[in-house]
């Protein structure tokens, strides 16, 4: 995924009211909007590079939107959590994902399950159209001692997409949990227990229930995203 136009940079001063951030742009204070309903801890330092795009939506309050940030390590990270459904649903139209890679249709935001929710992308296959593949992607950005981990806050929502994970597969669907890790210093991902227990005991559950977890490592630099390796997930129980 290509950043059209190109990002423009700024420095960070500070994230406030969960949605915007301050950047400096040519000593100038730039409030921009940012996407993310997580924490961003280690994603939002003081005095670090920002990289934003700016919106020609003339109703939009905030025409800037954060794209990337920088780590204190120098690590590029994107914060935009949008982004990883727009690489994810590119990776599996083009082959990449390789486990998911045999299904030749991908439908993105199709309702779902009990609990009314939409799922990311619906995979079925022209030979076989009845077999669905229900894939729910996650962006992964929180790095602590040399662990990738998700959520990096409380995810109620996050919980009942694994809950209905885990109806899909017991209907006979396959069911797939697929982490994008958009932190390039990211090696590895794990369920964040110290962060939401009940999360990381879901996991466990669906593991053990058929719900397949994946994680692909989203590289990300100033002019795109573009989904590289897969990465170990380690999901204790």
Do not use: W
Request: hydrophobic fraction near 40%; include cysteine.
């Amino acid at each position: 995924m290509l950043y059209v136009p190109p990002l423009q940079t700024g420095l960070m001063i500070k994230r406030y009211k969960r949605f915007l951030v301050d950047l400096d742009v040519n000593n100038c204070i730039l409030t921009v909007h940012c996407a993310n309903t997580g924490r961003m801890t280690g994603c939002a330092e003081p005095n670090t590079l920002a990289y934003y795009t700016t919106s020609n939506n003339a109703k939009r309050k905030y025409p800037h939107s954060l794209e990337l940030t920088t780590s204190l390590d120098g690590h590029l990270i994107c914060v935009n959590t949008a982004r990883a459904n727009n690489v994810a649903i590119e990776a599996l139209q083009s082959g990449k994902i390789a486990p998911l890679a045999h299904y030749d249709k991908v439908q993105a935001e199709v309702p779902y399950g009990s609990e009314k929710s939409r799922i990311d992308a619906l995979l079925s296959q022209s030979i076989n159209p009845e077999a669905h593949c229900y894939v729910e992607v996650k962006s992964v950005t929180l790095l602590e001692n040399g662990k990738g981990y998700f959520p990096d806050a409380p995810s109620v929502r996050g919980q009942k997409h694994l809950r209905e994970l885990m109806e899909m597969k017991a209907q006979g669907h396959r069911a797939v949990l697929l982490f994008i890790v958009m932190h390039n210093g990211i090696q590895n991902v794990h369920p964040a227990a110290h962060i939401d227990p009940h999360y990381a005991s879901l996991c466990i559950d669906a593991q053990k229930a058929g719900v397949e977890f994946l994680a692909y490592r989203a590289q990300v630099s100033k002019e795109e995203l573009i989904i590289t390796d897969p990465l170990p997930i380690i999901i204790k129980g």
